[in-house]
């Protein structure tokens, strides 16, 4: 039973994953990213997400692991902490408040008890570098107030700083400006580039720096597409430069490699450069990653690299500039027009994607199945270039096919349009084209849906558009002499007075087809295409439009401009009640009656569930969202919830989600942030806590009842202990962390007993040869040998030693186990 906790609004996957740069664990086996309000470990060899680290309120702005231990992790946030993680069991080992929003981090190998954060203090423009020393403490939490200023007027981004030379100096940039900050001399120099508004210097702005690891040597990534290689800036005056230019577009990010022999480089090339020994000569590349590489990452070990993508994608490289991972993260297209549907088959969530393509994205693991090719043309990155848009796509209910339809409009007269049929193929498990409409509509289509009823034998399509009509598409057989084949035709075209069509939608059973004309519903009866009735209230165009469904598909809904919620009987034919409500998405639960509508006010947007039989509202909540609400969908439940209370009974069988003006992905939950957080090394001390891992096999609850066992059954001599366990937690204690370790004395009588076996602990053959023996002493009329095995399979291993010692002293049983050892082999050969 679940709860009664108030709903609040939670991410839910989908966040940023190429925010800021990604970090390597010391052994190269887990990469880190920060994702929204959450820190996730990846594994670099399987790609999966190992561990996710709760435990930050507001946005998580860095990530670095610590340098004095290389089992643990530092992050920071817009909430004030500093968190330090055990990232191998996801346990928060310690949170440091500082105070201040936090908007980048950099942890430095000499600094033994700091780390260096980027702050604003005053203008929410100016930055600062600052040092902040983290106490030592026993207690879970500690204000850590002890901030040392190190470099004023930086960039925000932590791109443009960078420690050098094993931490002797830092390298901050922004706008046309170098400041190098000397920890041992306490001297700031500063180096400025030419910011002339002419052609040869418009472009010299800083995007980001690289610091040579062992080296006085500081690279600098500039909007021009150049890199320049800084020496000698010890003196203000003597400094020189050296320029390396490829990119033909600002340069994203720069990286050394751990020697310091090669420079990584990347833009919106999608290509990474690989500089060796700094020159122009000597490059390598790693072309066609897919879209423009935001950052770049070394390894500590020196064998892998990272790019994160502004596709939320980050690739895992061999030192050889072989790709050997990819980790996709929920796409955010420019403008997703096709709004969020939900595969029947996968129970996926899809939407627009990289440009031209469908995602797939489980909402389950937060990561991406994979990706529909739609437009199939090669996308050419340009911004003065119109592109094909993919505006429109609609499933079937059983998922068999897809309609999508993609668009290109150069000049007013000028619009391409292209309507496509996917059918889904078993045997590749994905989709495949099976129609091509060009030009189904004159001009822009407003809307399509599928006929959605179980019942319905023939697959239907409807689409509306501008042009003042509505076709329905129905799928005929087009075979032939030579192949046997299907494809889709129009059978009927519909019109209100050249009105032009907004919405369409189905009723439940299929039966009745509802089109709005801008002000005007008009019903349809589906099999002869008749107009049954219209609804015309004069309240502005019709926004949205849906049916009622199961208990409520008498009822039809529409939503207008004018910022009216209509709601029509179609049994009486006339308007059951109409409310004053600025509706911006309107979606029906496919699994009840329930209607959940987003409405816009002047502070936010506002939840509205309610049934369409019944005037008051099943629940309310006020600023869902700050910002406008684009989207929303409901997503049925593999296993139902159990909401006592009337007011969440909306969310037991389907999962509310939306998506936002800035594509945040959100839903409802009624979890506190208590029952969402890892176990904390304060839980980890107690018995209930303690993670179903190797260890809890060692120090469970339940190894203390098989104890207990052994203690109450002294009699009993046959004891079967689960080696199956056993196993896997000796060989895991070895390669466990010792922090996270109980102490060696109360340990090591658990562990030696886990070592032991019982000595009256028979092995799986002398049990049926016991039995045989016991069969023949009660019947010489006993089964066949396989017969009675099979039968000793089904009983309990611990009830059946129980009866055999019920039979057999200890005497007689050790005569049994000297007779079982004499060789009788010299019995063949007579």
Same mark, same amino acid.
């Given at each position: 039973?679940?709860?009664?906790?108030s709903?609040r609004?939670?991410?839910c996957g989908?966040?940023e994953l190429?925010?800021?740069?990604?970090v390597?664990?010391a052994d190269?086996?887990?990469?880190?990213?920060v994702?929204?309000?959450?820190v996730k470990?990846?594994?670099?060899?399987?790609?999966e997400?190992?561990?996710?680290?709760?435990g @930050?309120?507001?946005?998580?702005?860095?990530?670095?692991?610590n340098?004095?231990?290389?089992?643990?992790?530092?992050?920071?946030?817009?909430?004030?902490?500093i968190k330090?993680?055990d990232y191998?069991d996801?346990?928060?080992?310690k949170?440091?408040?500082?105070?201040?929003?936090?908007?980048?981090?950099?942890?430095v190998?000499h600094?033994?008890?700091?780390?260096?954060?980027?702050i604003?203090?005053e203008?929410?423009?100016?930055?600062q570098?600052v040092?902040?020393?983290l106490?030592?403490?026993s207690?879970?939490?500690?204000?850590?107030?002890?901030?040392?200023?190190?470099?004023?007027y930086?960039?925000?981004?932590p791109?443009c700083?960078?420690f050098?030379?094993?931490?002797?100096?830092v390298?901050?940039?922004?706008d046309?400006y170098?400041?190098?900050y000397?920890?041992?001399?306490?001297t700031?120099?500063r180096?400025?580039?030419?910011?002339?508004?002419?052609?040869?210097?418009?472009?010299?702005?800083?995007t980001?720096?690289a610091?040579?690891p062992k080296?006085?040597?500081?690279?600098?990534?500039?909007?021009?597409?150049k890199?320049r290689l800084?020496r000698?800036f010890?003196?203000?005056?003597?400094?020189?430069?050296?320029?390396?230019?490829?990119? @033909?577009?600002?340069v994203m990010?720069?990286?050394?490699s751990?020697?310091?022999?090669s420079?990584?480089?990347g833009?919106?090339?999608?290509?990474?450069v690989e500089?060796?020994?700094?020159?122009?000569?000597?490059?390598?590349?790693?072309p066609?990653?897919?879209a423009?590489?935001?950052?770049?990452?070394v390894?500590p070990?020196?064998?892998?690299?990272?790019?994160?993508?502004?596709d939320n994608?980050i690739? =895992?490289?061999?030192r050889n500039?072989?790709?050997?991972?990819?980790?996709?993260g929920? =796409?955010?297209d420019?403008?997703i027009?096709?709004g969020?549907?939900?595969?029947?088959?996968?129970?996926?969530?899809?939407?627009?994607?990289?440009?031209g393509h469908?995602?797939f994205?489980?909402?389950?693991?937060?990561k991406?199945l994979?990706n529909l090719?739609?437009?199939?043309?090669e996308y050419?990155?340009?911004s003065?270039?119109?592109q094909?848009?993919l505006?429109?796509?609609a499933?079937?209910?059983?998922? $068999?096919?897809?309609?999508?339809?993609?668009?290109r409009?150069?000049?007013?007269?000028?619009?391409?349009l292209?309507?496509?049929?996917w059918?889904?193929?078993?045997?590749?498990?994905?989709?495949?084209?099976?129609?091509r409409?060009?030009?189904?509509?004159?001009?822009?289509?407003?809307?399509?849906c599928?006929?959605?009823?179980?019942?319905?034998?023939?697959?239907t399509?409807?689409?509306?558009?501008?042009?003042g009509?509505?076709?329905?598409?129905?799928?005929?057989?087009?075979?032939?002499?030579?192949?046997?084949?299907f494809?889709?035709t129009?059978?009927?075209?519909?019109?209100? @007075?050249?009105?032009?069509?907004?919405n369409?939608?189905?009723?439940?059973?299929?039966?009745?087809?509802?089109?709005?004309f801008?002000?005007?519903?008009?019903?349809?009866?589906?099999?002869t295409?008749?107009?049954?009735?219209?609804?015309?209230q004069?309240?502005?165009?019709?926004?949205?439009?849906?049916?009622?469904?199961?208990?409520?598909s008498?009822?039809l809904?529409g939503a207008t401009?004018?910022?009216?919620l209509?709601?029509?009987?179609l049994?009486?034919?006339e308007?059951e009640w109409?409310?004053?409500?600025?509706?911006? =998405?309107?979606?029906?639960?496919?699994?009840?009656e329930?209607?959940?509508?987003?409405?816009?006010?002047?502070?936010?947007s506002?939840l509205f569930?309610?049934k369409p039989?019944e005037?008051?509202?099943?629940?309310?909540?006020?600023t869902?969202?700050?910002e406008?609400v684009?989207?929303?969908?409901?997503?049925?439940?593999?296993v139902?919830e159990?909401?006592?209370?009337?007011?969440?009974?909306w969310? $037991?069988?389907s999962q509310?989600y939306?998506?936002t003006?800035?594509?945040s992905l959100?839903?409802f939950?009624a979890k506190?942030?208590?029952e969402?957080l890892?176990?904390?090394?304060?839980?980890?001390?107690?018995?209930e806590s303690l993670?179903?891992?190797?260890?809890?096999?060692?120090l469970?609850k339940?190894?203390?009842?098989?104890?207990?066992?052994?203690?109450?059954?002294?009699?009993?001599?046959?004891v079967?202990?689960?080696?199956?366990?056993n196993?896997p937690a000796?060989?895991?204690?070895?390669?466990?962390?010792?922090?996270?370790?109980?102490?060696?004395?109360?340990l090591?009588s658990?562990f030696?007993?886990?070592?032991?076996l019982?000595?009256?602990?028979k092995?799986?053959?002398e049990?049926p040869?016991?039995?045989?023996?016991?069969?023949?002493?009660?019947?010489?009329?006993?089964?066949?040998e396989?017969?009675?095995?099979?039968?000793i399979q089904?009983?309990?291993?611990?009830?059946?030693g129980?009866?055999i010692?019920?039979?057999?002293?200890k005497?007689?049983?050790?005569e049994?186990r000297?007779?079982?050892?004499?060789?009788?082999?010299?019995?063949a050969?007579?």
């Open positions: 039973m679940e709860e009664e906790e709903l609004v939670v991410r989908g966040s190429n925010f800021r740069r990604a390597f664990s190269s086996k887990y990469i880190f990213c994702s929204g309000d959450f470990v990846y594994s670099t060899a399987t790609e997400c190992v561990h996710i680290l709760h @930050h309120s507001k946005l998580v702005t860095g990530v670095q692991p340098p004095n231990n290389h089992l643990q992790l530092y992050s920071c946030s817009l909430d004030g902490t330090l993680w191998l996801g346990i928060l080992i949170t440091f408040v500082v105070g201040h929003k936090l908007h980048a981090l950099f942890t190998a600094a033994e008890d700091s780390v260096f954060v980027t604003n203090k203008k929410p423009d100016v930055f570098l040092s902040v020393k106490p030592k403490s207690s879970q939490e500690i204000e850590a107030k002890e901030v040392s200023f190190v470099l004023d930086i960039n925000q981004s791109k700083i960078a050098g030379n094993e931490g002797e100096y390298a901050a940039a922004r046309f170098l400041s190098v000397f920890f041992k001399k306490k700031t120099s180096f400025t580039l030419s910011s002339s508004k002419n052609k040869k210097h418009a472009k010299n702005d800083f980001c720096v610091c040579h080296e006085d040597c500081i690279a600098s990534g500039h909007r021009d597409g890199i800084w000698n010890d003196d203000d005056k003597k400094y020189t430069y050296t320029c390396l230019h490829w990119h @033909h577009d600002m990010d720069l990286a050394f751990v020697t310091g022999t420079l990584l480089s833009g919106r090339e999608s290509v990474l500089w060796r020994d700094a020159t122009e000569k000597n490059k390598e590349f790693l066609r990653l897919g423009t590489i935001e950052h770049i990452s390894s070990a020196g064998d892998l690299f990272c790019t994160s993508h502004s994608k690739i =895992v490289i061999h500039l072989e790709a050997s991972a990819i980790i996709q929920l =796409v955010k420019r403008n027009f096709t969020l549907l939900i595969d029947p088959r996968t129970s996926a969530l899809v939407l627009n994607g990289k440009p469908l995602q994205y489980s909402l389950q693991s937060d991406q994979y090719d739609i437009i199939q043309q050419i990155n340009d003065d270039l119109i094909i848009e505006t429109k796509a499933f079937d209910c059983q998922g $068999n096919w897809l309609a999508t339809v993609e668009q409009q150069e000049k007013e007269t000028e619009l391409e292209q309507m496509k049929l059918a889904y193929n078993k045997k590749t498990q994905g989709f495949v084209l099976n129609t409409v060009g030009m189904p509509h004159e001009d822009h289509i407003t809307a399509l599928f006929c959605k009823a179980e019942k319905s034998e023939n697959p399509l409807v689409t509306a558009s501008k042009d009509h509505f076709k329905v598409w129905i799928l005929t057989d087009d075979s032939d002499i030579y192949r046997k084949a494809g889709w129009c059978d009927f075209v519909g019109s209100y @007075h050249k009105y032009q069509a907004t369409c939608c189905f009723s439940e059973d299929g039966s009745l087809l509802a089109v709005s801008e002000e005007i519903v008009t019903i349809w009866d589906s099999e295409w008749e107009l049954k009735c219209t609804f015309c004069r309240a502005g165009k019709i926004r949205h439009l849906c049916f009622g469904r199961l208990t409520c008498k009822y809904l401009e004018n910022d009216f209509c709601c029509w009987n049994l009486s034919c308007l109409s409310t004053k409500l600025n509706v911006k =998405v309107m979606e029906t639960d496919p699994n009840s329930n209607i959940a509508a987003i409405a816009q006010s002047s502070v936010g506002d569930v309610f039989s005037p008051r509202p099943l629940y309310i909540q006020k869902i969202s700050r406008e684009h989207w929303g969908v409901f997503v049925p439940r593999d139902p159990s909401f006592t209370s009337e007011a969440y009974q969310l $037991n069988r509310f939306f998506l003006k800035s594509q959100l839903t939950s506190s942030p208590e969402k890892t176990p904390t090394s304060k839980q980890l001390l107690a018995e993670p179903t891992t190797p260890f809890y096999f060692i469970g339940h190894r203390q009842q098989q104890d207990e066992t052994l203690n109450d059954s002294s009699g009993n001599e046959l079967q202990l689960p080696l199956t366990e196993i000796i060989s895991e204690l070895l390669h466990t962390p010792a922090h996270v370790l109980p102490s060696a004395s109360f090591c658990m030696i007993n886990s070592l032991l019982s000595k009256e602990t092995s799986a053959e049990i040869d016991d039995v045989d023996m016991e069969e023949e002493r009660k019947s010489d009329d006993s089964d066949e396989n017969d009675f095995t099979e039968k089904d009983t309990d291993t611990i009830d059946l129980e009866d010692l019920h039979q057999l002293s005497s007689e049983e050790k049994l000297k007779l079982r050892k004499v060789d009788y082999s010299w019995i050969a007579l």
